[in-house]
């Protein structure tokens, strides 16, 4: 069993849908949850990063994380075509240097 | 936002031949650099970790003679893939770190093994 699952979708919505990708995860020692975004063919861009449990909102993305479940959540509202791409959860040991990724999940967001 | 930049982008080289990769961090310094090999719609796979000045520690699995790291400053990391073979074909993406947290990654370089 890996250590972070991700749903590899693909997931398509039409453009303004809420968008909602999850992670589950097994190593109760995780407490930073990151969650990137990638392009076809490009290196992933840090989109948000939590500290524990709790949320956290940065203009249409909300990030979530409940340790209890071991479960985080990245919410997209008002989904836009230039959203379409593939999202990567990771996790780290506050005492280790190397994140453990999901297996990312394809979105495609539809005009 | 921290910048991390990847030379060459692409590269194409024949079977048996080394190729070098740069990795450079542009306005931080890295305490931390990392290397990953991505698979087409395949997660990152962690290759190595190394921190400037000291040799870099390798996944289980990775050989280390095979793909050779140097961190010689604390901007710049080198992965070096020597006698590559059309299976070292991948795309591989190096990052930065200077906080626990947070981890820029550069935009990837294309290496295609004939």
């Known amino acids: 069993q890996k250590e972070v699952e991700q749903d590899p979708g693909p997931l398509s919505v039409p453009e303004g849908a809420i968008v909602s990708l999850n992670c589950t995860y097994s190593?109760?020692?995780?407490?930073?949850f990151m969650w990137y975004r990638q392009y076809s063919r490009k290196g992933p861009e840090l989109l948000m990063y939590?500290?524990?449990?709790g949320n956290k909102e940065d203009g249409r993305f909300t990030a979530q994380v409940d340790k209890s479940s071991k479960y985080i959540s990245l919410f997209i509202r008002d989904s836009q075509p230039s959203d379409s791409a593939t999202y990567l959860c990771a996790m780290r040991n506050t005492n280790a240097g190397k994140s453990t990724f999901g297996d990312g999940t394809t979105l495609t967001v539809k005009p | 936002g921290a910048v991390v930049s990847q030379h060459p982008s692409r590269v194409i080289c024949k079977s048996g031949t080394s190729v070098k990769i740069e990795c450079r961090s542009l306005?931080?310094?890295?305490?931390?650099m990392f290397w990953y090999r991505q698979f087409p719609k395949q997660s990152l796979m962690l290759m190595a970790t190394s921190n400037e000045g000291s040799k870099a520690t390798y996944e289980q699995g990775v050989e280390k003679d095979k793909f050779l790291i140097n961190h010689a400053s604390l901007t710049l990391s080198t992965l070096t893939v020597t006698s590559a073979h059309p299976e070292d074909s991948s795309f591989y993406i190096c990052s930065a770190s200077d906080t626990p947290y947070e981890q820029y990654f550069g935009p990837g370089t294309r290496l295609t093994v004939t």
């Open positions: 306005d931080f310094q890295a305490t931390t």
């Open positions: 190593n109760s020692a995780f407490q930073y």
């Open positions: 939590t500290y524990s449990s």
